[in-house]
């Protein structure tokens, strides 16, 4: 379970796909080879959407 829930995230972007692409990419950024995390990494992107860690711009 991911604490802070989904619902409460998706309140800090303008929509639940903005805040998958968020945390898909940032994700991504986590994972390297050899590399031992506690955690998964969608997981902690989430949290760091949560903690405004993560800021995007919309383009126009």
């Known amino acids: 379970m991911v604490d802070p829930s ?13 805040l998958a ?3 898909a990419k940032r994700a991504r950024e ?3 080879p050899g590399r031992s995390l506690p955690e998964k990494e969608v ?7 949560g903690a405004k860690k993560i800021t995007y711009t919309r383009k126009k």
Do not use: G, H
């Open 6 to 18: 989904i619902d409460k995230l998706a309140t800090m972007v303008d929509s639940k796909y903005t």
């Open 21 to 23: 692409i968020l945390a």
């Open 30 to 32: 986590l994972t390297k």
């Open 43 to 49: 997981s902690i992107a989430l949290k760091e959407v």
